[in-house]
């Protein structure tokens, strides 16, 4: 995807997430690939509402975290992230939502190594990509928030290698990272993991915890 | 009516009932018929977000849920139940959303032969076709979900054949189905049914079932 | 107000109802009065869906209820409410809404003789109008519903009349009835009831009951 | 800011927050620092739905509240308490939202003086001004609703002195109040208030008073 191309689409996402209340404040950040070798994201700007994203609000990065090219915005704090997740899915674009039902879902269980959300049993869950039928067990790793990015990247890289099925995690309090192969698959996924937490957390006896 | 008007107004109604949050993701689908003998259903295409669909994402199938003409997409994965409703109910159209609440209430009773949802005394309920009064007692059949589309046909037909005055059903963890003479009311069906939904999943003690 | 424009801003009422959600299905109905002596009436026709409405849609009503003039629709089938409340109160714009929390609690109390909800201590009740505080308590009474239009007219009239100060209904499991001096009034008591009624609703320890 | 462009961005303002809910009725206010010496306000007239402001319907006070030039209508009724905020805090924006949640959680403490409720642990407090982490704890004070509007604002005066920290307070059964040295920070501030409200306010357990 070039890069004028991935600008504008992710400036529209984030106005239709805006529209969903998943990114209020100036929460969320929403990247795409548009060079694989070298890596260079399109990645939105750090500290700006997403409800009035504009092409001009997405900067250019490369595999450090680093702005490419003459720029005045800084890239989302959360840049790193969105590398590490790139390069060991080899995703074509890495969404981070911060929707009401995700941040509490994601509190719901006591702070411990290897926390996950289990869903099960849920014909939604076949829209993840590669998941054949409503009996796939879906499992997200929930991980603690931190403010040290390298760090947190480094346990987010420790967790998508420790579950390679995983279509998503958590961050405990802060919301939920997805990704897909296309903007289109992880813009998917969002809708149906955002349903998801919805779901499970209004339903009486709460959410399943491995 | 024509294929054509039936293609503008079904992706119509998938802009709406995705504005609701009831067709996440690539969830739900929707047909209405254009020929009666030979049937001939205007119906979805497999896989597409329905917010976004346009005409010509809508193609035409015959009885066995083959596409009629030159298609590059398939049609709904779930074709065939619409098929078994239209010949069952000699309905004009037939519509299936995935909403949270119409998930939530199609889980919360163990799975058991000819299970159903209660829903009575409310005025929303005189929306259905044919009912009269609030005192009216609606059952909503629960069917157990099947990625075996053929096999869940067969239930779905037995269910409808079973339950000659109800208006829908409900697939465990999938969602609802409805259907109407027109698609005018088939939609004015779906708004009904989710309403109630909304309700009895809200109020406490929980849903009366049969 | 003239009859032409109490057509489109009733219509105009009906597509924010239904944005709002309070509306489903084809449930609601509004009206103005555009003559006092004679009395006549603004209403919806019947059986519409409210979010399409259009001022075509709106029929002019005398105080028995018959259309006025040519007509291809009906109006109303609760016109008589409408006339009741128009005449008892002096409104100048009868609004009925069918909301889910609005639903539920003219639900949540036990059939019986002069139920009511009552409401106090809210900022929110000072919109209503003659309310100068939120120390204000205001009753809304709970009546049976009934398919029986004159039976509940009755009803309706005899409820105003033991209730002077209720600025508005509730029919159970039915919904909202509300009025205004002026349409702008009448709206303004629907955003505030509905707002009161979603958060007593949510509210740990339920409503309050008199 | 020129008065002229605050009036347009007050008036967009009011439309987004209706859209949201969070305004109902005539509920909410929200003004904006036009001059420091002397102090002049741009504020919402009173009584007016916020859904259809327009930039006419924003009016010009000076340090008392009085109304600058020719005015057919009446500043906000809660003028007073804007210039207590703008005054004490230096700000540039105050926005009040009378929200579900908000009048929810203001209300779930028993009155008492200095009751407050605390916030912490979530990343969304990161987008209140000056707050660099997730584990801040932030007290949001919770005052006695008052029709005297003087006396209300010493109320608010006197609450803004004891906790300097404070981005927000409370009033009982009435809405939130926040600031920011601009009208975004402002908004900013009212979307994570509201969203960490909703996330509070459902999350079992209830919030956590001090």
Same mark, same amino acid.
């Given at each position: 995807?070039?890069?004028?191309?991935?600008?504008?689409?992710?400036?529209?996402?984030?106005?239709?997430?805006?529209?969903? @209340?998943? #990114? +209020?404040? %100036?929460?969320?950040?929403? *990247?795409?690939?548009? $060079?694989?070798?070298?890596?260079?994201? /399109?990645?939105?700007?750090?500290?700006?509402?997403?409800?009035?994203?504009?092409?001009?609000?997405?900067?250019?990065?490369?595999?450090?975290?680093?702005?490419?090219?003459?720029?005045?915005?800084?890239?989302?704090?959360?840049?790193?992230?969105?590398?590490?997740?790139?390069?060991?899915?080899?995703? @074509?674009? #890495? +969404?981070? %939502?911060?929707?009401?039902? *995700?941040?509490?879902? $994601?509190?719901?269980?006591?702070?411990? /190594?290897?926390?996950?959300?289990?869903?099960?049993?849920?014909?939604?869950?076949?829209?993840?990509?590669?998941?054949?039928?409503?009996?796939?067990?879906?499992?997200?790793?929930?991980?603690?928030?931190?403010?040290?990015?390298?760090?947190?990247?480094?346990?987010?890289?420790?967790?998508?290698?420790?579950?390679?099925?995983?279509?998503?995690?958590?961050?405990?309090?802060?919301?939920?990272?997805?990704?897909?192969?296309?903007? /289109?698959?992880?813009?998917?996924?969002?809708?149906?993991?955002?349903?998801?937490?919805?779901?499970?957390?209004?339903?009486?006896?709460?959410?399943?915890?491995?």
């Amino acid at each position: 995807m070039s890069f004028g191309k991935a600008a504008r689409e992710l400036a529209a996402i984030g106005r239709r997430f805006y529209a969903r @209340g998943w #990114v +209020l404040g %100036t929460s969320g950040n929403f *990247s795409a690939v548009v $060079s694989r070798k070298p890596l260079r994201l /399109a990645i939105t700007a750090s500290s700006l509402p997403k409800g009035t994203l504009r092409p001009l609000d997405i900067l250019q990065c490369d595999e450090s975290g680093r702005v490419m090219g003459r720029a005045s915005k800084r890239p989302s704090a959360e840049t790193l992230l969105h590398i590490e997740i790139a390069k060991r899915r080899s995703a @074509g674009a #890495v +969404l981070h %939502t911060h929707s009401v039902w *995700s941040t509490m879902l $994601s509190d719901a269980w006591a702070a411990g /190594a290897d926390a996950s959300l289990a869903i099960q049993g849920y014909e939604m869950l076949k829209g993840l990509a590669g998941v054949p039928s409503h009996e796939h067990r879906e499992l997200v790793p929930i991980l603690d928030n931190d403010q040290n990015m390298p760090r947190l990247a480094v346990l987010v890289g420790e967790t998508l290698e420790r579950h390679p099925e995983a279509h998503a995690f958590l961050l405990r309090r802060h919301g939920l990272y997805t990704w897909g192969e296309t903007l /289109a698959d992880a813009e998917r996924h969002v809708e149906i993991l955002e349903f998801l937490f919805e779901t499970i957390g209004r339903t009486q006896g709460g959410p399943s915890w491995r």
